[in-house]
């Protein structure tokens, strides 16, 4: 039973090397182990700032590569709708152009046929007319 009751004289030492460790290590281990710990606690708050800082900015780059990407998106539908614009109006003035030049080339075409026309008539005219001259000759010719 000796072991259950400790004697008073056990007592008091483990009492004063209790109080010797402490002491020694309060003076000598503790200082640099909370240093240490500080020294991680604040390590590991600017580790978890900086990512809250940099998935922020990653925010604000998404953001601001969604704005970029509307704007080109913009950009790219109104270039093509004035290059649709000006394509259907170079194609209407082609038209037009291809108009006027056909309506002129068959205007001069037309006048040319009624010279034509007009020259063959008069020649016809004079054939007829000679032909009438040397008839009426060949008649007078006879009766005379």
């Not at 539908?77 to 259907?88: D, F, M, R």
């Not at 037309?110 to 054939?127: P, Q, S």
Request: charged share 35%.
């Amino acid at each position: 039973m000796d072991l259950m009751t400790p004697s008073l004289g056990l007592i008091f030492w483990q009492s004063v090397i209790f109080l010797i460790s402490f002491i020694i290590l309060s003076k000598f281990a503790w200082n640099p182990i909370n240093k240490l710990l500080e020294k991680r606690e604040k390590y590991i708050i600017d580790s978890i700032n900086n990512a809250e800082k940099a998935k922020e900015s990653l925010k604000k780059r998404k953001l601001k590569k969604r704005k970029i990407l509307k704007n080109l998106e913009k950009m790219k539908n109104l270039i093509i709708n004035e290059a649709l614009k000006k394509k259907e109006q170079i194609e209407k003035e082609a038209k037009k152009k291809a108009k006027l030049e056909s309506d002129l080339i068959i205007n001069k075409t037309k006048l040319l046929i009624e010279n034509k026309k007009k020259i063959a008539i008069e020649k016809i005219k004079n054939d007829i007319l000679n032909m009438s001259i040397i008839i009426s000759e060949k008649i007078l010719n006879k009766e005379l």
